[in-house]
């Protein structure tokens, strides 16, 4: 795989899960990375993880949905490295529910968080992209949103984000930005270890290759969409959910 040298990327929601996995592999092939979260301890623990191995890091505490947290963020990651080439728009919530059940509070931070945030997250960084004719946006959505029973905050949010990345691809394209999304499905978090057996056999029953993925799965994609050999793909929504989105239900 080609090297990120020279290049910094942002990664929302980078102190637990995927992001971090995310931030973690960019960093390996030599990319400056910016960690984001709203969790101030997990946040300076992954800084430290990163520094421990050498690599150019800084940890940066900042809600998404928050349009002048936003825009500081950018701009202290581009006075303290020099540029912002990648975007992953990673950090996401769910507050899942039957309609009847849903308040609208549930469906505001849920769509905030999911949508709103990479909608700012965009907008602070896309000058500094279109400045040098180079960038990758790189959002975040799911498979669920295809729909899904119980998740109609989640499934909008992330239907708004297969819209913005499509929107957004567009009006980058002769600028050197590419724009895509990733939809993960079932991919393996602490949350799965302690679903009750007969919860995980039900969900692995419904997957197409009889496993759910991991981090890592995530973290490859990523990496692909953000090189130099992805540079004509722009645009698209990519499954990386073991056939899950084959079906629906
Ligand atoms: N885990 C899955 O099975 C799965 C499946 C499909 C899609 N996704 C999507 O993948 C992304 C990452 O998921 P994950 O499982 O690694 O989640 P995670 O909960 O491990 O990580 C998300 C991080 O985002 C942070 N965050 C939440 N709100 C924020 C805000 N307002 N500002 C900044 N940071 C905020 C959280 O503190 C958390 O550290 C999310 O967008 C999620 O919707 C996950």
């Not at 202290?76 to 059940?101: P, Q, W, Y």
């Not at 999911?114 to 959505?141: D, E, P, T, Y």
């Not at 295809?146 to 989640?154: D, E, K, S």
Request: include cysteine; glycine fraction near 12%.
């Amino acid at each position: 795989m080609e090297t990120l040298q020279g290049k910094t990327a942002l990664i929302t929601g980078s102190a637990s899960g995927m992001g971090k996995k995310t931030a973690m592999r960019m960093a390996e092939r030599g990319a400056k990375v910016v960690i984001n979260d709203i969790v101030p301890e997990k946040v300076e623990q992954t800084v430290a993880e990163f520094k421990a191995r050498g690599f150019e890091v800084m940890g940066r505490v900042a809600d998404i949905c928050n349009a002048s947290a936003v825009s500081e963020m950018v701009q202290a990651a581009v006075d303290t490295f020099g540029s912002l080439d990648i975007l992953v728009n990673n950090a996401g919530m769910e507050k899942a529910g039957a309609l009847r059940n849903l308040s609208e509070k549930d469906w505001d931070v849920t769509v905030n968080v999911n949508l709103k945030g990479a909608f700012l997250c965009s907008q602070a960084v896309h000058g500094h992209m279109v400045g040098k004719g180079w960038g990758r946006i790189i959002n975040i959505a799911s498979r669920a949103w295809l729909g899904g029973p119980g998740q109609a905050p989640y499934a909008s949010a992330k239907a708004g984000l297969v819209g913005l990345t499509r929107t957004l691809a567009l009006e980058l394209g002769r600028k050197g930005v590419t724009v895509n999304c990733i939809a993960p499905g079932l991919i393996h978090t602490p949350m799965w270890d302690e679903l009750p057996e007969k919860n995980r056999t039900a969900f692995l029953e419904k997957q197409p290759m009889g496993k759910i993925g991991e981090d890592d799965d995530i973290a490859n994609t990523i990496l692909f969409f953000a090189n130099e050999e992805a540079s004509f793909i722009t645009g698209q929504v990519f499954y990386v959910c073991g056939g899950r989105s084959l079906f629906a239900g």
